[in-house]
T-cell receptor
């Protein structure tokens, strides 16, 4: 596709369940980012990949959160034992290389609701 | 560590009047700075970016921003507001090849 694709667009899950959120970046983009946006807040950094490796995962809030990008393209954000406080819009972005001189393109996000 | 502070959470202007959205940054090195816009129920869109070239940067939809190192500011301006400018605006900083960090956002309201 032409842009960053995130699936599902909406996910409702019960407290304690496991969820996976998928991001398909723009083809050829080596950098991929995950952000979390709570209502009325700016996007909060979670993790940043260069290729297959996590260049910076300092934003992951705790060990219930994990992300992978095994082939340097599609990425999956995994949340174990979900809590109501995990409810937010999870945004994915990609850029050609590093962020410094290139635009990051954002997907529409996955709205996660934990009930 | 890098960070951005958006000084106003809400700004209201009348249609046809100038827009000023304020942003101050903190960075150890020469930063890259961006403004993104988020319309309701739409994805984030880049308005403009500064990457150590010209200090006055022109973006889409008539917006521009000026990088002022002495003031550590990167304020966003537009000479004449349009109703379609109503949205959330985010100031963003990046340092080196590091992650990009968002401000908390400024919601721009346009009054008829």
């Amino acid at each position: 596709g032409a842009g960053v694709s995130q699936t599902p667009s909406n996910k409702v899950t019960e407290k304690g369940k496991y969820v996976e959120l998928r991001c398909d970046p723009i083809s050829g983009h080596t950098a991929l980012y995950w952000y979390r946006q709570s209502l009325g807040q700016g996007p909060e950094f979670l993790i940043y990949f260069q290729g297959t490796g996590a260049a910076d995962d300092s934003g992951l809030p705790n060990d219930r959160f994990f992300a992978v990008r095994p082939e340097g393209s599609v990425s999956t954000l995994k949340i174990q034992r979900t809590e109501r406080g995990d409810s937010a819009v999870y945004l994915c972005a990609s850029s050609v290389y590093a962020p410094r001189n290139t635009e990051a393109f954002f997907g529409q996000g996955t709205r996660l609701t934990v009930v | 560590a890098q960070s951005v502070t958006q000084l106003d959470s809400h700004v209201s202007v009348s249609e046809g009047t100038p827009v000023l959205l304020r942003c101050n940054y903190s960075s150890s090195y020469s930063p890259s700075l961006f403004w993104y816009v988020q319309h309701p129920n739409k994805g984030l869109q880049l308005l403009l970016k500064y990457t150590s070239a010209a200090t006055l940067v022109k973006g889409i939809n008539g917006f521009e921003a000026e990088f002022k190192k002495s003031e550590t500011s990167f304020h966003l301006t537009k000479p004449s507001a349009h109703m379609s400018d109503a949205a959330e605006y985010f100031c963003v900083v990046s340092e080196g090849d590091d992650k990009i960090i968002f401000g908390k956002g400024t919601r721009l309201h346009i009054l008829p």
